[in-house]
């Protein structure tokens, strides 16, 4: 997804100690000169010829894991940061990041070297999954992955949210366009264009056939996926070239979908056409269809570019506005609208540094999904990190502690005589939390947004025992393992709503990043992890078990383990239902 530039930044700090230590036994290489013959009308790198690369590039590390032939399943989306040039050198890596049952996730890293002055720089970093085809067999059960590096722990743990996110992104869209509020602001915005500077869409539209040749084909006389997405890729450029009379600069690309597979033989039809235009860039959506002889059409591909047009300092250019046809046309439209506001909410929850934006969010419907995934994702990555200092323990409790950034951050750690599913059931009801946690007074659960999802607000009391108290409004996400060996994790994080603003007669705290991981050491104990990322609001509770003044911790994690003793027999049964927001 498009969460991928910022996870790359995080991860690439993550693997600077261990680059020179150890590679990845999946990870494959490319580098490769860009010459005219890969080169644009612009003398840059075609995003065409680029696309194949990174697909060949990522197939062989899928198929160095599978260890046998792999096809291309989807591309996540890809943001293009920088174009490249003729005469430097485009350098590819491509690893595994993790197996499931038959598919991989392969992270893509593209990087661009200019040979005269020594400079390099990120152009992209995609995620793809690949689907392991033996030849003559049914479908073929991977072997696990087992990361080896901090680095590699994060992109594992991380890759099964990544999943989740792929499995429900229809779900996100229908949920969007059939939300009253995003129809009424269509409808709005749709009054507030003079149809006399609209461009009819019919004006864009472009439909391409190619004949798939064993030229275009891979290894298995499929046609190479990285061959589609570069066709694709052509007709979606005229089609936005037919709209400005310009030259457009492909910007961004939304997931390439494989939905069946072509074969040499095989008429490839390829069609594109504008499907919206905001202020400074349009969508064009493009789809590929294949069929032999007499045979009816088939749905091979389908994916949404956005172009820009740049003038000569760089900046982009403003888009005239467009006339969609009736009915077809029409959905069109408001899905791009759909898929801007999807980019939005990614962009500003999961793409921003957490040092530069508010600790808490707006919540709403509409941003729920991006705000879960990141509610883990920050989670998963604070646990994945290897440097944590173990600064107090008490009877087999231990207290870690990690600086990083503006942040100081601690965890908890104890082994307790609970199944972990049970631990996991207690634990990810908040509601149970005031039962033992000392800081808690009141936990009232807000809305009950899906299965794995609640909103809350907890009240804790003042520091000094006089004064106001404090609450907060926290989102709760919970996830079961995906696999053997992963944790349940229950990840908090501050979000803001409408309906609980801040009131004057008490303190609004913020939560970063918290929560709880839980491993199963046997079919009787878990071992419990609690993270906290602290906050100004959250680090007085803290700070004298910090300086070691205080052994807190261990009273509350103590109590922590009473409780879920207690309790683990108890079936928590379904959530009641709360007040929908």
């Not at 901090?150 to 999943?163: D, K, L, P």
Request: glycine residues 4%.
């Amino acid at each position: 997804m498009s969460s991928s530039n910022s996870t790359w930044t995080k991860l690439k700090d993550l693997a600077q100690v261990d680059r020179d230590m150890y590679r990845s036994p999946t990870e494959v290489k490319k580098s490769q000169i860009v010459m005219p013959c890969h080169a644009n009308h612009c003398q840059e790198l075609s995003v065409g010829q680029l696309l194949k690369w990174m697909d060949s590039t990522a197939c062989l590390s899928a198929e160095r894991h599978a260890g046998c032939p792999c096809v291309t399943a989807s591309v996540d989306d890809i943001n293009f940061e920088r174009t490249i040039g003729v005469g430097q050198v485009v350098n590819i890596k491509a690893k595994v990041n993790r197996a499931f049952n038959s598919s991989m996730e392969v992270g893509i890293e593209v990087t661009c070297e200019d040979l005269f002055s020594g400079g390099s720089w990120k152009v992209c970093y995609a995620y793809a999954t690949f689907v392991a085809r033996p030849p003559g067999v049914g479908k073929v059960h991977l072997r696990q992955l087992v990361p080896r590096t901090q680095a590699e722990q994060a992109e594992h743990s991380v890759a099964a949210e990544r999943r989740r996110m792929r499995l429900i992104h229809h779900d996100i869209m229908t949920d969007i366009l059939n939300n009253e509020s995003f129809q009424k602001g269509i409808t709005e915005g749709a009054g507030s264009h003079d149809l006399q500077e609209a461009v009819p869409t019919e004006r864009t539209r472009v439909e391409s056939v190619e004949l798939v040749l064993p030229p275009h084909a891979n290894h298995q006389v499929n046609t190479f996926g990285g061959q589609i997405m570069a066709w694709m890729e052509n007709v979606a450029t005229i089609a936005a070239s037919r709209l400005c009379n310009a030259h457009p600069t492909l910007k961004a690309i939304d997931m390439f979908h494989f939905r069946g597979p072509s074969s040499v033989g095989d008429r490839l039809v390829l069609k594109a056409i504008v499907n919206n235009t905001f202020k400074h860039s349009m969508e064009v959506g493009v789809c590929a269809e294949a069929y032999k002889g007499e045979e009816p059409l088939r749905h091979i591909n389908s994916a949404f570019m956005t172009y820009e047009v740049l003038d000569e300092a760089g900046k982009p250019q403003s888009l005239p506005p467009i006339r969609p046809e009736p009915t077809e046309g029409q959905r069109r439209y408001q899905e791009a609208i759909a898929r801007k506001k999807i980019r939005l909410d990614r962009k500003y929850i999961i793409s921003c540094n957490q040092t530069e934006m508010p600790l808490s969010v707006p919540w709403d419907a509409s941003n729920q999904v991006y705000l879960s995934y990141n509610n883990v994702f920050a989670l998963k990555m604070l646990a994945a990190r290897d440097n944590w200092v173990l600064t107090h323990e008490k009877n087999q409790v231990s207290l870690y502690t990690l600086e990083e950034d503006q942040f100081l951050c601690v965890r908890v750690e104890a082994e307790v005589e609970v199944p972990a599913a049970s631990a996991f059931q207690l634990l990810s009801d908040l509601r149970h939390r005031q039962k033992w946690d000392q800081h808690y007074d009141s936990c009232e659960l807000i809305a009950q947004v899906d299965e794995d999802d609640r909103l809350y607000r907890v009240v804790t009391p003042s520091i000094s025992g006089v004064g106001k108290i404090q609450d907060f409004i926290l989102l709760g996400s919970r996830r079961p393992p995906c696999d053997q060996g992963d944790p349940y994790v229950v990840a908090l994080r501050s979000v803001t709503l409408p309906t609980h603003p801040p009131t004057e007669d008490v303190n609004r705290g913020e939560v970063l990043c918290a929560g709880f991981t839980i491993y199963a050491v046997s079919s009787s104990v878990a071992k419990i992890s609690y993270y906290n990322q602290a906050s100004a609001e959250v680090l007085p509770y803290i700070s004298t078990d910090v300086a070691g003044l205080s052994s807190s911790f261990y009273s509350n994690f103590y109590a922590c383990s009473r409780f879920l003793l207690e309790h683990k027999a108890e079936d928590p049964g379904p959530v009641l239902a709360s007040t929908p927001l």
